[in-house]
């Protein structure tokens, strides 16, 4: 295996494909988590969103549609989860997965009505390689020969960011995850900051799905997140719930997973195996304390009752 | 974590599970009719369509065979999970004990041991429940000993067991088999398979084992000193600490059964009914296990009944499929609407019983607790 | 006091009915401008549910408010800010990652939103908080303000909102009687302004002192409004719980013989935060006596009776029961009887029925568990015996535990650890939010088991129960013992000084 430039650059700009739909995800996961909901649902939701995406592409043409369509599906199991762990109180782990269930199941089944022949080509995001710009050696292939929504999936997490230390949102949503009793006495609504971030984690999941199959993979294949929805679980861990440290840890499994294609293609000593189990590996150590303390918001998991104070 | 109401003593055994069956059951209920909402609306009638179901899980003996093979490893990580929610713990790893469990049970199984048969299979199980208690071990001591919750760590474990497997049956090495078509492990001795219940079918003594195994664990939990600290744990971990129970010992090796017990639901699938490691053979089923355990409301004896309806809609939906041309993966639907109902019904049996409980507070004193005053 | 102005706030007839209970029932109070208002009662009277209803929190069920003459409806919490209403609840509403000056802002609308604006902001909290004598620095994370400086973060944050009618619910709590005392003063500042201020406590002495009338609740009802001037502790009391209230000390044998039961020296250990909880503490127990440790909450009591029972591990010192070293958790109930604070979090086991709390410590022992197996006719025994002696009310043992009431649950947890005969019984807030039959109850039980010789550490934050049950007060102040005294003489202005701190020079200090 020759670990020439070449290489390097190739390897970063698949690590920037791997990463982009991650970084979506992310977002949402953030805001979700800072609000005191957790949202193991969002592999689910990214799924409903990928197939949504491949479905609307596939039927319309365009991609803009299969983008709405992607966040819609998203947003409709964001709201099942919200309805059930902030109005009904219910057990966020479950809830989550059993969002995750549905979804494959009805994934599968959606995929095999609509897609018979299986084959799902279709119109794929549009890659941003203006002239003169994608031809540069090194930085050509890797920043400038991106699809629109990879852009996309940088800004958004800034965007993010901003939003969440500049306005007065922002800081309510950092507040209510920590102590939703003050919140209600301020006289904000604790339930609608909660529903809010959770369907918003919705949203960017199913954006993080489309970007999955039109920008990465270029298809869609049942349970094609494979996982992809915990993995950002462990990225909000990583990044200590900050829209960017999250989506850079999000960079940094999406790096693992290019490599690892590559050692694979490369036939090298390592079994490729052991470089996909590289993230979730990473996440075990980082929940155990070997990257820092690690402090999540406060009532993560517990339901909010109004009345007892 | 889900605080289950019946974790008294008094109650006799049958109703437990009837009480804790009741919800389940009315959401199970409620899942059918809307999934037979969803059937409707592609056209085909819901009767007919369930009518194929019932035949494939039930027809004949065959399809009985089918579904209880299929409620099999359901089962067993099932109760693994039960008792976890007892302690107040919830294994999201069966997956990765599945596999973990799997592979030591067919690392025993493919070697020639200068034993009796019986010996060899016995080992060879007991491989595999250690092999998934193993695999339980770095979210146990997690869990346990720093208090990092055992959700997203076991959940990293599944994926982590997955590519292990891959890894397993892929490259020349102990388990892979040479010169396979498919990443596959070689075949499991004659003397460690499980044995065939029904001649002719694929229903294997995994059953027998599950369907034990459920009433020791019930049987445990209510009547064992042991059982007493897990539901302490579970009730009120702060109280069993101040009564004097080690609680992160218990957590450890509530967590370290519930892995062998996945292990177990991994063992059954490789030794008694496909014979190798596979690849991914596991499919999501550890996962399913879960909602299995919810349903039944962590309750062992519940969880027979609760794999054994997921494993008919299992075995049901392929027939189902052939008939009436409705996917089968409608089976995993109902399942996964079953759970959401049950935990939407949940919060509403929840405040019935706040009100009871402040009623009969009020007979007797004023309560200012709740209410703040 | 002063000058009290025309009605800015009436409440007529609220009714609110919770599950099971009638909080308030056609509960009517006023308010001028520029008086402080008292609102007492026990807990359970409906004090802070009326509140929480003018505060918008709850919607009455019957009845009206008026704000200034005008009727107003009061829906939310923004509503009554909105009114000119704030409220300081009796737990902290502060957000402990953010800062005091973005805990001020929280909910508040901004010069030009959505953005928030913090300079503005942080000269107008730096203006209130010099005027008010608050010296907390905007930028200090909350976590890292000490429990007096949240509280005045609290009052802060009423005022940033111009708040106009005031509600404290009982805001002393976490606080010294010095700071107490400046918390009067603030009090009056703002009175003098033309605010008013709704002061919510069960303390008498300090209701006498700041408010200018008050307006006892008991079980829901309104009983009456007195002016300040016209009241007295006996009567305001006797409004309280509808009886006369004797604060006497119960009669009791005298001390016989001097056994050591328990016996600390140079205990010290450090608090959940990682902070020194108890400096060197020395004390000793006497079989047959209680000893009462007075003292406001939180200097070290907690620390100390978890040390005990060997819960909380200690950084130096040694603790002997009956000459036996505490080593780690007792499970001994024939050693050590522990009561906790906090019976819900601490003490039972919400979901087990009554009868398995009362083996919760013996479960693994014979009888109750025989050939690996629990006894359950062994169990119901036992449990049916305990709860004829303690008379706790209870259809029978094997309901679950939190059907029972506050105080028949106490009674469980007594029955419990009384159940063993220990020789050493620590009880730690033992009729914290009893009522009045249950708080007698517990009393009783208490000197009853000192009768039995058994060594009794009485520890509770209501400086008048440890007075009339105590045969030796000792007072803690953060972390240490501020001093000793006897019970029988026992001076109330000595005391209060050592709970602020005050070291008192005994000459037997050396034997405690």
């Known amino acids: 295996m020759e670990i020439s430039l070449s290489f390097i650059s190739d390897w970063l700009a698949a690590s920037i494909r791997s990463a982009a739909p991650l970084m979506l995800v992310s977002v949402g996961g953030v805001y979700v988590e800072r609000t005191g909901i957790f949202n193991i649902g969002m592999e689910g939701m990214m799924l409903a969103g990928a197939l949504a995406a491949i479905a609307g592409s596939f039927f319309t043409g365009s991609t803009f549609v299969a983008t709405i369509c992607a966040m819609a599906a998203g947003g409709v199991l964001g709201i099942a989860h919200a309805y059930l762990t902030v109005s009904r109180r219910a057990n966020q782990i479950i809830s989550g997965l059993a969002i995750n269930i549905l979804a494959l199941g009805a994934t599968n089944m959606l995929f095999a009505r609509l897609f018979p022949a299986v084959k799902t080509r279709?119109?794929?995001?549009?890659?941003?390689?203006?002239?003169?710009?994608?031809?540069?050696?090194?930085l050509g292939p890797v920043i400038f020969s991106q699809s629109v929504i990879i852009w996309i999936a940088f800004i958004l997490p800034l965007a993010a960011a901003w939003v969440m230390y500049r306005t007065t949102w922002g800081l309510n949503i950092r507040a209510v995850g920590d102590h939703p009793h003050a919140v209600a006495t301020a006289g904000l609504s604790v339930f609608r900051l909660k529903y809010v971030g959770v369907i918003l984690s919705g949203l960017c999941s199913g954006l993080g799905g489309s970007a999955l199959v039109l920008s990465e993979l270029g298809y869609f294949a049942p349970n094609i997140t494979a996982g992809r929805g915990f993995i950002v679980l462990a990225a909000l861990v990583v990044g200590k719930w900050n829209p960017i440290w999250a989506a850079v840890a999000c960079l940094f499994f999406g790096g693992a997973d290019a490599l690892q294609l590559r050692v694979q293609a490369f036939g090298a000593v390592i079994p490729y195996q052991f470089l996909v189990m590289l993230p979730y590996l990473l996440t075990i150590a980082a929940l155990a304390g070997f990257v820092g303390r690690t402090v999540g918001p406060k009532t993560v998991g517990q339901p909010y009752d109004p009345e007892r104070l | 974590m889900n605080r289950n109401e019946t974790n008294s003593l008094w109650l006799p055994g049958l109703g437990a599970i009837v009480l804790s069956g009741a919800r389940p059951l009315f959401a199970i209920a409620l899942a059918l009719l809307a999934s037979a909402g969803m059937i409707w609306a592609s056209g085909v009638n819901p009767f007919t369509a369930y009518a194929a179901l019932a035949q494939g899980a039930f027809g004949n003996i065959a399809s009985l065979a089918n579904t209880c093979v299929r409620a099999t490893p359901l089962l067993l990580g099932g109760i693994g999970v039960a008792v976890g929610l007892k302690a107040g713990l919830l294994n999201v790893g069966v997956e990765g004990q599945i596999y973990a469990g799997g592979a030591a049970a067919t690392a025993v199984g493919i070697i020639a041991l200068p034993v009796s048969p019986w010996l060899h299979l016995v080992l060879a199980v007991l491989a595999g429940f250690l092999g998934g208690g193993l695999w339980a071990t770095i979210p146990a001591y997690l869990r346990a000993y720093r208090g990092i919750s055992e959700i997203v760590v076991t959940l990293m474990m599944n994926y982590i067991g997955l590519y292990f497997i891959s890894w397993l049956v892929e490259f020349p090495g102990i388990l892979a088999e040479e010169g396979a078509v498919f990443p596959q492990s070689p075949l499991v001795l004659k003397s460690a398979q499980l044995p065939i219940l029904i001649r002719g079918t694929s229903l294997h003594t995994g059953l027998i084992l599950g369907v034990g195994l459920a009433v020791f664990f019930f049987l445990l939990l209510r009547f064992s000193p042991f059982g007493f600290r897990t539901r302490m744990v579970g009730g009120n971990p702060e109280a069993a600490q101040y009564a004097g129970i080690s609680v992160k010992r218990q957590i450890l090796?509530?967590?370290?059964?519930?892995?062998?017990?996945?292990?177990?639901?991994?063992?059954?699938?490789?030794?008694?009914?496909?014979?190798?490691?596979?690849?991914?053979?596991?499919?999501?089923?550890?996962?399913?296990?879960?909602?299995?355990?919810?349903?039944?409301?962590?309750?062992?004896?519940?969880?027979?009944?609760?794999?054994?309806?997921?494993?008919?809609?299992?075995?049901?939906?392929?027939?189902?499929?052939?008939?009436?041309?409705?996917?089968?993966?409608?089976?995993?639907?109902?399942?996964?609407?079953?759970?959401?109902?049950?935990?939407?019904?949940?919060?509403?049996?929840?405040?019935?019983?706040?009100?009871?409980?402040?009623?009969?507070?009020?007979?007797?004193?004023?309560?200012?607790?709740?209410?703040?005053? | 006091m002063h000058q009290t102005g025309e009605t800015v706030l009436r409440m007529t007839g609220i009714t609110k009915q919770f599950p099971g209970i009638l909080a308030n029932d056609n509960v009517s109070l006023e308010l001028r401008a520029g008086e402080v208002l008292g609102l007492l009662g026990e807990n359970g009277a409906g004090k802070t549910t009326i509140m929480n209803i003018l505060y918008g929190l709850h919607k009455p069920d019957k009845g009206e408010i008026y704000v200034s003459g005008r009727k107003v409806e009061i829906t939310s919490p923004r509503q009554a800010v909105d009114l000119g209403i704030g409220?300081?609840?009796?737990?902290?509403?502060?957000?402990?990652?953010?800062?005091?000056?973005?805990?001020?802002?929280?909910?508040?609308?901004?010069?030009?939103?959505?953005?928030?604006?913090?300079?503005?902001?942080?000269?107008?909290?730096?203006?209130?908080?010099?005027?008010?004598?608050?010296?907390?620095?905007?930028?200090?994370?909350?976590?890292?303000?000490?429990?007096?400086?949240?509280?005045?973060?609290?009052?802060?944050?009423?005022?940033?909102r111009d708040a106009k009618i005031l509600i404290l619910d009982e805001p002393t709590a976490v606080l010294a009687p010095s700071q107490a005392q400046q918390l009067f003063k603030k009090i009056r500042q703002l009175t003098e302004e033309g605010g008013s201020v709704i002061f919510i406590s069960h303390k008498l002495d300090e209701v006498l002192e700041i408010t200018d009338r008050i307006t006892v609740l008991r079980d829901g009802h309104a009983i009456g409004t007195i002016m300040t001037e016209d009241a007295t502790p006996s009567n305001l009391a006797q409004m309280m719980v509808g009886r006369p209230v004797y604060s006497d000390r119960k009669q009791r044998p005298p001390l016989e013989t001097k056994q050591e039961m328990l016996v600390i020296e140079d205990l010290c250990c450090n608090d959940d935060r990682g902070i020194p909880a108890l400096k060197n503490l020395n004390l000793t127990v006497y079989a047959g006596e209680i000893v009462g440790v007075a003292g406001v909450s939180g200097n070290g009591q907690k620390e100390l009776a978890e040390n005990i029972a060997g819960l909380r591990q200690k950084v130096k010192g040694t603790i002997r029961i009956n000459d036996k070293p505490v080593t780690g958790v007792i499970r001994d109930t024939s050693l050590l009887g522990y009561i906790p604070e906090d019976k819900h979090k601490t003490g039972l086991v919400a979901n087990f029925s009554v009868e398995e709390n009362m083996i919760l410590k013996i479960f693994d022992t014979h009888p109750f568990t025989r050939w690996g197996l629990l006894q359950g006719d062994a169990v119901r025994r036992t449990a049916g015996a305990l709860i004829e002696e303690y008379d706790i009310k209870t259809p029978d043992s094997t309901i679950p535990v939190r059907h029972l009431s506050g105080g028949n649950q106490q009674k469980v947890v007594i029955a419990r650890e009384i159940n063993g005969k220990p020789v050493l019984l620590v009880a730690s807030q033992p009729t914290r939010g009893l009522d009045l039959g249950a708080v007698e109850s517990v009393h009783d039980i208490l000197l009853r088991e000192r009768s039995r010789g058994t060594a009794v550490l009485f520890i509770s934050a209501e400086l008048q129960e440890v007075m009339t049950l105590s045969d030796r007060i000792i007072v803690m102040f953060e972390g240490e013992i501020m001093g000793e005294l006897d019970a029988e003489n026992a001076n109330v202005n000595l005391i209060g000084g050592m709970m602020l701190g005050h070291r008192e020079e005994h000459k037997d200090r050396a034997r405690i």
């Open chain 1, 122 to 138: 279709c119109r794929l995001y549009p890659v941003l390689a203006p002239e003169g710009l994608h031809d540069i050696p090194f």
């Open chain 3, 87 to 160: 409220m300081v609840h009796q737990q902290f509403m502060l957000v402990d990652q953010l800062t005091a000056l973005e805990n001020a802002i929280l909910g508040m609308p901004t010069a030009r939103p959505p953005l928030i604006d913090l300079e503005s902001v942080r000269v107008r909290f730096e203006k209130l908080a010099k005027e008010y004598q608050i010296l907390i620095d905007p930028s200090t994370p909350v976590w890292q303000l000490p429990v007096g400086d949240k509280q005045w973060l609290e009052i802060l944050k009423q005022l940033f």
């Open chain 2, 253 to 373: 090796i509530v967590i370290l059964v519930a892995g062998g017990m996945g292990g177990l639901a991994g063992t059954g699938e490789v030794l008694g009914l496909k014979l190798r490691l596979f690849d991914a053979f596991s499919g999501g089923v550890g996962y399913e296990a879960i909602a299995v355990a919810l349903l039944a409301n962590g309750n062992p004896l519940g969880v027979i009944f609760s794999a054994l309806f997921f494993g008919a809609l299992k075995a049901g939906a392929n027939k189902m499929q052939i008939v009436t041309g409705i996917e089968a993966s409608m089976a995993i639907v109902v399942l996964a609407l079953a759970v959401l109902f049950v935990i939407a019904i949940g919060f509403g049996e929840r405040k019935l019983g706040a009100i009871r409980k402040a009623k009969e507070r009020n007979q007797t004193e004023r309560e200012a607790q709740a209410y703040g005053d």
